[in-house]
Protein backbone atom coordinates (compact mmCIF):
# COMPACT_ATOMS: atom_id res chain seq x y z
CA UNK A 1 0.00 0.00 0.00
CA UNK A 2 3.00 2.20 0.83
CA UNK A 3 4.06 1.90 -2.74
CA UNK A 4 0.76 2.43 -4.34
CA UNK A 5 0.76 5.55 -2.35
CA UNK A 6 4.34 6.39 -3.84
CA UNK A 7 3.46 5.53 -7.21
CA UNK A 8 -0.08 7.10 -7.32
CA UNK A 9 1.64 10.41 -5.93
CA UNK A 10 4.53 10.40 -8.50
CA UNK A 11 1.78 10.45 -10.93
CA UNK A 12 -0.35 12.88 -9.33
CA UNK A 13 3.24 15.00 -9.59
CA UNK A 14 3.64 14.35 -13.39
CA UNK A 15 0.18 15.45 -14.54
CA UNK A 16 0.34 18.40 -12.23
CA UNK A 17 3.90 19.19 -14.20
CA UNK A 18 2.64 18.42 -17.58
CA UNK A 19 -0.84 20.98 -16.49
CA UNK A 20 1.77 23.95 -15.88
CA UNK A 21 3.37 23.22 -19.23
CA UNK A 22 -0.18 22.85 -20.44
CA UNK A 23 -0.83 26.31 -18.81
CA UNK A 24 2.95 28.20 -19.79
CA UNK A 25 2.16 26.94 -23.63
CA UNK A 26 -1.73 28.35 -23.51
CA UNK A 27 -0.19 31.58 -22.01
CA UNK A 28 2.11 31.84 -24.72
CA UNK A 29 -0.02 31.40 -27.23
CA UNK A 30 -2.34 33.73 -25.93
CA UNK A 31 0.38 36.29 -25.73
CA UNK A 32 1.59 35.57 -28.95
CA UNK A 33 -2.01 36.01 -30.57
CA UNK A 34 -2.49 39.72 -28.71
CA UNK A 35 0.98 41.11 -30.18
CA UNK A 36 -0.66 40.08 -33.49
CA UNK A 37 -3.47 41.55 -33.22
CA UNK A 38 -2.49 44.55 -31.81
CA UNK A 39 0.46 45.11 -34.27
CA UNK A 40 -2.23 45.13 -36.99
CA UNK A 41 -4.25 46.95 -35.11
CA UNK A 42 -2.00 49.73 -34.63
CA UNK A 43 -0.38 49.68 -38.20
CA UNK A 44 -4.19 50.22 -39.40
CA UNK A 45 -3.93 53.39 -36.44
CA UNK A 46 -0.64 54.51 -38.11
CA UNK A 47 -2.19 53.95 -41.38
CA UNK A 48 -4.99 56.54 -40.95
CA UNK A 49 -3.81 58.75 -38.03
CA UNK A 50 -0.48 59.42 -39.06
CA UNK A 51 -0.46 59.11 -43.02
CA UNK A 52 -3.83 59.43 -44.41
CA UNK A 53 -4.90 62.09 -42.58
CA UNK A 54 -3.43 65.21 -41.00
CA UNK A 55 -3.06 64.93 -37.55
CA UNK A 56 -1.81 67.26 -34.96
CA UNK A 57 -1.15 66.25 -31.54
CA UNK A 58 -0.04 69.40 -28.81
CA UNK A 59 2.02 68.19 -25.71
CA UNK A 60 2.23 64.53 -27.06
CA UNK A 61 5.60 64.27 -25.13
CA UNK A 62 3.19 64.31 -21.90
CA UNK A 63 1.37 61.16 -22.87
CA UNK A 64 4.24 59.41 -24.01
CA UNK A 65 6.23 60.02 -20.89
CA UNK A 66 3.56 58.55 -18.47
CA UNK A 67 2.90 55.18 -21.20
CA UNK A 68 6.79 54.49 -21.55
CA UNK A 69 8.29 55.46 -18.10
CA UNK A 70 5.91 56.59 -15.27
CA UNK A 71 6.90 55.43 -11.60
CA UNK A 72 6.94 51.46 -11.12
CA UNK A 73 3.34 50.60 -10.00
CA UNK A 74 1.72 53.71 -10.65
CA UNK A 75 -1.48 52.97 -12.84
CA UNK A 76 -2.41 55.77 -15.25
CA UNK A 77 -5.56 56.50 -16.51
CA UNK A 78 -6.21 58.25 -19.64
CA UNK A 79 -10.06 60.00 -20.27
CA UNK A 80 -11.33 61.68 -23.47
CA UNK A 81 -13.92 62.78 -25.35
CA UNK A 82 -15.64 60.09 -27.75
CA UNK A 83 -16.51 61.78 -31.12
CA UNK A 84 -16.39 58.44 -33.21
CA UNK A 85 -16.42 54.54 -32.84
CA UNK A 86 -12.83 54.33 -33.57
CA UNK A 87 -11.42 57.20 -31.35
CA UNK A 88 -9.70 53.77 -29.98
CA UNK A 89 -7.45 52.78 -31.30
CA UNK A 90 -6.89 55.94 -34.05
CA UNK A 91 -6.14 58.11 -31.28
CA UNK A 92 -3.20 56.34 -30.52
CA UNK A 93 -1.99 56.31 -34.29
CA UNK A 94 -0.11 59.66 -34.37
CA UNK A 95 3.66 59.75 -35.27
CA UNK A 96 6.27 58.77 -32.73
CA UNK A 97 3.61 56.41 -30.88
CA UNK A 98 4.24 52.74 -29.76
CA UNK A 99 0.79 51.82 -31.02
CA UNK A 100 2.12 48.92 -31.91
CA UNK A 101 3.60 47.74 -28.95
CA UNK A 102 1.17 44.92 -27.37
CA UNK A 103 3.28 45.61 -23.60
CA UNK A 104 2.86 49.47 -23.57
CA UNK A 105 -0.79 49.66 -24.98
CA UNK A 106 -3.94 50.45 -23.21
CA UNK A 107 -6.47 48.84 -21.53
CA UNK A 108 -10.07 50.01 -22.55
CA UNK A 109 -13.10 50.08 -20.93
CA UNK A 110 -15.66 49.48 -24.12
CA UNK A 111 -19.43 49.01 -24.73
CA UNK A 112 -20.82 45.40 -24.61
CA UNK A 113 -23.56 45.51 -26.75
CA UNK A 114 -21.19 46.75 -29.43
CA UNK A 115 -17.75 45.17 -29.00
CA UNK A 116 -19.01 41.74 -27.59
CA UNK A 117 -22.25 41.24 -29.62
CA UNK A 118 -21.16 37.29 -30.34
CA UNK A 119 -17.97 34.88 -29.57
CA UNK A 120 -16.15 35.96 -32.45
CA UNK A 121 -15.70 39.97 -31.46
CA UNK A 122 -15.83 39.14 -27.75
CA UNK A 123 -12.56 36.68 -28.52
CA UNK A 124 -11.20 39.70 -30.75
CA UNK A 125 -12.24 42.64 -28.42
CA UNK A 126 -10.82 40.78 -25.49
CA UNK A 127 -7.25 39.97 -27.14
CA UNK A 128 -7.50 43.46 -27.67
CA UNK A 129 -7.37 44.29 -24.53
CA UNK A 130 -11.31 45.73 -23.85
CA UNK A 131 -13.05 45.39 -20.88
CA UNK A 132 -16.91 45.00 -21.35
CA UNK A 133 -18.88 47.25 -19.62
CA UNK A 134 -22.60 47.33 -19.88
CA UNK A 135 -24.30 50.65 -20.04
CA UNK A 136 -26.80 51.37 -16.97
CA UNK A 137 -25.64 48.71 -15.35
CA UNK A 138 -23.86 51.11 -12.62
CA UNK A 139 -21.10 51.47 -11.17
CA UNK A 140 -20.68 48.86 -9.39
CA UNK A 141 -21.08 45.77 -12.42
CA UNK A 142 -18.59 43.39 -11.98
CA UNK A 143 -16.71 43.85 -14.91
CA UNK A 144 -15.53 46.96 -12.89
CA UNK A 145 -13.88 44.59 -10.67
CA UNK A 146 -11.65 43.97 -13.38
CA UNK A 147 -10.57 47.05 -14.68
CA UNK A 148 -9.66 47.73 -10.69
CA UNK A 149 -7.29 44.95 -11.35
CA UNK A 150 -6.01 46.40 -14.21
CA UNK A 151 -5.20 49.49 -11.86
CA UNK A 152 -3.78 47.44 -8.84
CA UNK A 153 -1.07 46.41 -11.31
CA UNK A 154 -0.10 49.88 -12.17
CA UNK A 155 -1.43 49.28 -15.72
CA UNK A 156 -2.72 51.65 -18.26
CA UNK A 157 -6.67 52.49 -18.49
CA UNK A 158 -8.25 54.35 -20.90
CA UNK A 159 -11.47 55.83 -20.52
CA UNK A 160 -14.59 57.77 -22.28
CA UNK A 161 -16.39 59.24 -19.47
CA UNK A 162 -19.05 60.87 -21.49
CA UNK A 163 -20.72 57.35 -22.06
CA UNK A 164 -21.49 57.28 -25.47
CA UNK A 165 -20.18 59.00 -28.93
CA UNK A 166 -21.43 62.86 -30.15
CA UNK A 167 -20.43 64.28 -33.04
CA UNK A 168 -21.82 67.39 -31.80
CA UNK A 169 -19.52 70.32 -31.61
CA UNK A 170 -20.71 71.40 -27.85
CA UNK A 171 -18.97 71.57 -24.64
CA UNK A 172 -17.98 68.46 -22.46
CA UNK A 173 -21.03 66.58 -21.60
CA UNK A 174 -21.09 65.74 -17.63
CA UNK A 175 -19.36 62.95 -16.77
CA UNK A 176 -20.59 59.14 -15.80
CA UNK A 177 -19.35 58.31 -12.51
CA UNK A 178 -17.90 54.87 -13.34
CA UNK A 179 -14.64 56.59 -14.11
CA UNK A 180 -14.46 58.83 -10.56
CA UNK A 181 -15.49 55.55 -8.78
CA UNK A 182 -12.38 53.64 -10.04
CA UNK A 183 -10.00 56.75 -9.09
CA UNK A 184 -11.36 56.39 -5.78
CA UNK A 185 -11.36 52.33 -5.44
CA UNK A 186 -7.98 51.82 -6.81
CA UNK A 187 -5.59 50.38 -4.32
CA UNK A 188 -2.61 52.65 -5.78
CA UNK A 189 -4.53 56.46 -6.94
CA UNK A 190 -3.83 56.61 -10.81
CA UNK A 191 -2.05 59.27 -12.30
CA UNK A 192 -5.13 61.03 -14.47
CA UNK A 193 -4.36 62.53 -18.03
CA UNK A 194 -7.23 63.40 -19.78
CA UNK A 195 -7.11 64.19 -23.73
CA UNK A 196 -9.27 66.31 -25.98
CA UNK A 197 -9.78 65.44 -30.04
CA UNK A 198 -11.82 66.52 -33.13
CA UNK A 199 -11.62 65.15 -36.10
CA UNK A 200 -12.26 61.71 -35.67
CA UNK A 201 -16.23 62.44 -36.18
CA UNK A 202 -15.15 63.61 -39.83
CA UNK A 203 -12.65 60.74 -40.38
CA UNK A 204 -15.55 58.20 -39.29
CA UNK A 205 -19.04 60.01 -39.21
CA UNK A 206 -22.49 58.45 -38.09
CA UNK A 207 -24.02 59.19 -40.40
CA UNK A 208 -25.12 58.09 -44.30
CA UNK A 209 -22.54 57.69 -46.68
CA UNK A 210 -22.86 56.27 -50.26
CA UNK A 211 -25.57 53.83 -50.25
CA UNK A 212 -24.54 52.75 -46.69
CA UNK A 213 -25.28 54.05 -43.02
CA UNK A 214 -22.02 55.24 -42.52
CA UNK A 215 -18.96 54.82 -44.13
CA UNK A 216 -17.76 51.24 -44.31
CA UNK A 217 -13.85 52.72 -43.79
CA UNK A 218 -12.56 55.60 -42.76
CA UNK A 219 -12.28 58.47 -44.80
CA UNK A 220 -8.78 60.08 -45.74
CA UNK A 221 -7.82 63.99 -45.72
CA UNK A 222 -9.02 65.11 -42.93
CA UNK A 223 -8.26 67.61 -40.27
CA UNK A 224 -7.18 65.95 -36.90
CA UNK A 225 -6.12 67.51 -33.68
CA UNK A 226 -5.25 65.90 -30.40
CA UNK A 227 -4.72 67.91 -27.26
CA UNK A 228 -2.63 66.02 -24.26
CA UNK A 229 -4.04 67.74 -20.90
CA UNK A 230 -1.61 68.39 -17.58
CA UNK A 231 -1.92 65.07 -15.27
CA UNK A 232 -4.32 65.46 -12.73
CA UNK A 233 -3.59 64.15 -9.67
CA UNK A 234 -6.21 63.67 -6.81
CA UNK A 235 -5.61 63.22 -2.85
CA UNK A 236 -7.98 60.63 -2.05
CA UNK A 237 -7.61 60.49 1.54
CA UNK A 238 -8.44 64.52 2.27
CA UNK A 239 -11.34 64.24 -0.39
CA UNK A 240 -12.82 60.90 1.56
CA UNK A 241 -12.64 62.64 4.70
CA UNK A 242 -14.83 65.56 3.49
CA UNK A 243 -17.15 63.09 1.73
CA UNK A 244 -17.93 61.28 5.33
CA UNK A 245 -18.92 65.49 6.54
CA UNK A 246 -21.19 65.26 3.75
CA UNK A 247 -24.31 64.87 5.85
CA UNK A 248 -27.59 62.93 4.81
CA UNK A 249 -30.03 66.04 5.23
CA UNK A 250 -27.89 67.69 2.28
CA UNK A 251 -29.12 64.68 0.08
CA UNK A 252 -31.92 63.91 1.06
CA UNK A 253 -33.81 64.28 -1.99
CA UNK A 254 -31.60 61.74 -3.65
CA UNK A 255 -32.60 58.44 -4.43
CA UNK A 256 -30.11 55.79 -2.57
CA UNK A 257 -29.70 52.60 -4.68
CA UNK A 258 -28.22 50.73 -2.09
CA UNK A 259 -24.42 50.43 -2.92
CA UNK A 260 -21.64 48.87 -1.09
CA UNK A 261 -20.16 50.52 1.96
CA UNK A 262 -16.74 51.50 0.91
CA UNK A 263 -14.03 49.64 3.52
CA UNK A 264 -11.88 50.58 5.51
CA UNK A 265 -12.91 54.51 5.47
CA UNK A 266 -16.67 53.48 6.43
CA UNK A 267 -17.87 55.63 3.45
CA UNK A 268 -21.51 54.85 2.86
CA UNK A 269 -24.17 55.87 -0.24
CA UNK A 270 -24.12 59.42 0.11
CA UNK A 271 -20.78 60.50 0.63
CA UNK A 272 -19.83 58.29 -1.78
CA UNK A 273 -22.15 60.48 -4.77
CA UNK A 274 -20.62 63.58 -3.39
CA UNK A 275 -16.89 61.99 -3.90
CA UNK A 276 -17.95 60.81 -7.62
CA UNK A 277 -19.46 64.24 -8.31
CA UNK A 278 -16.90 66.08 -6.90
CA UNK A 279 -14.22 63.79 -8.88
CA UNK A 280 -15.67 63.63 -12.51
CA UNK A 281 -16.80 68.02 -12.22
CA UNK A 282 -12.70 68.25 -11.50
CA UNK A 283 -11.77 65.83 -14.86
CA UNK A 284 -15.04 67.63 -16.98
CA UNK A 285 -13.81 70.71 -16.54
CA UNK A 286 -9.80 69.88 -17.24
CA UNK A 287 -11.57 68.28 -20.60
CA UNK A 288 -13.50 71.22 -21.26
CA UNK A 289 -10.37 73.62 -21.03
CA UNK A 290 -8.58 71.50 -23.34
CA UNK A 291 -11.70 71.45 -25.89
CA UNK A 292 -11.86 75.48 -26.17
CA UNK A 293 -8.40 74.95 -27.42
CA UNK A 294 -9.51 73.04 -30.13
Not at 29 to 36: L, N
Not at 141 to 163: C, K, T, Y
Not at 213 to 234: A, Q, S, T, W, Y
Amino acid sequence: MGCDRVGWGGEAMRWAKAAGRGERRADLGMRIARATLIGAVGAFAKAVTAVLNRTTVYNSETLLRLVSSRPRGTPLLTVSNHMSTLDDPLMWGFKGFPTMDARLQRWVLAAEDICFKNSLLSYLFRLGKCIPITRGAGIYQPHMNEALQILSRGEWLHSFPEGKVSQERVPIRQLKWGTASLIVRSPVTPIVLPIVHSGFDKVMPEKPFLFWKRPLLPLCNKEVRIIVGDPLHFDIHSLKQTALSVSRKENEKEELRGWPTLHPDGLEEVPQRWLYSTISHKIQCAMERLRTRI
